[in-house]
């Protein structure tokens, strides 16, 4: 049995005894995501267009880590709808910028480990940089998104007769604790995810303006910060229909 089986297993029991049913939902969730995941890369291999591909591997993403996890058809429809706006507005945003910085391709700190592979494998790799921003942010709105719609759920059952201002009151302190601790979560995986790469300039002397300009440090930056802005966005959003739930009743 190898380590990641093992781990696997260990995950699915805990997951079973803590959660019960609820956790036993998640965990084929996060199973049901990797095989869309998997499928993409395939698709995307094969020459289905990336872009495409990715956003509407991305909806079914979404739809699988919202609805699996949740029992409340009613919040979890406002979130589900919340996170394809917010996730239709970051790409409109993230696909120019991602053009005009230009960090398509490999970086010159990984020209060793594939100097000996062919790079002719006829896929887009601009269009591979936007589907990768794109699946990053699907796990942090889909989190954001559930979290501000259960607990304003929460308010609205214990205080049915709360004003709207009130109500989006509470949805911004909610989504202030929310983006606190997402922007943390965010900053120090990608610290951690690319700390040999650091540690390894700072031995070879790199100056800060390096740091600034290394094609992976500008593409993990812009990951935080498109995940960061997808947050936002989708707090907003979703405060803002969960509003106009109080107002239609």
Do not use: C, H
Request: charge should be negative; aromatic fraction near 12%.
């Amino acid at each position: 049995m190898s380590t990641i089986t093992l781990l696997t297993i260990i995950l699915f029991i805990l997951m079973w005894i803590v959660g019960g049913k609820r956790g036993l939902a998640s965990f084929s969730s996060v199973a049901l995501n990797f095989i869309l995941l998997f499928l993409t890369v395939i698709f995307i291999s094969i020459g289905v267009p990336a872009l495409w591909t990715t956003i509407f591997a991305g909806i079914a993403i979404l739809a699988v880590t919202i609805y699996m996890g949740n029992s409340d058809e009613k919040t979890t429809n406002i979130a589900f709808e919340a996170t394809l706006i917010s996730l239709a507005i970051v790409v409109v945003v993230m696909v120019p910028f991602i053009k005009l910085v230009g960090i398509q391709g490999f970086s010159p700190e990984q020209s060793e480990e594939i100097e000996a592979f062919n790079l002719l494998i006829g896929v887009n790799f601009e269009s591979i940089v936007i589907s990768t921003m794109i699946l990053s942010t699907l796990g942090a709105i889909a989190e954001a998104a559930i979290a501000i719609a259960s607990g304003l759920d929460e308010i609205i059952e214990q205080q049915p007769d709360i004003t709207l201002p009130a109500l989006y009151t509470s949805g911004r302190n909610i989504g202030l604790q929310i983006m606190g601790m997402t922007f943390n979560t965010l900053f120090f995986g990608m610290f951690g995810g690319d700390l040999a790469l650091f540690i390894l300039l700072y031995k070879l002397n790199a100056t800060f303006g390096y740091y600034l300009n290394s094609k992976i440090f500008v593409a993990e930056s812009m990951e935080v910060l498109f995940s960061s802005i997808s947050i936002i966005l989708v707090i907003w959003i979703t405060t803002y229909m969960m509003g106009k739930k109080v107002s239609r009743t």
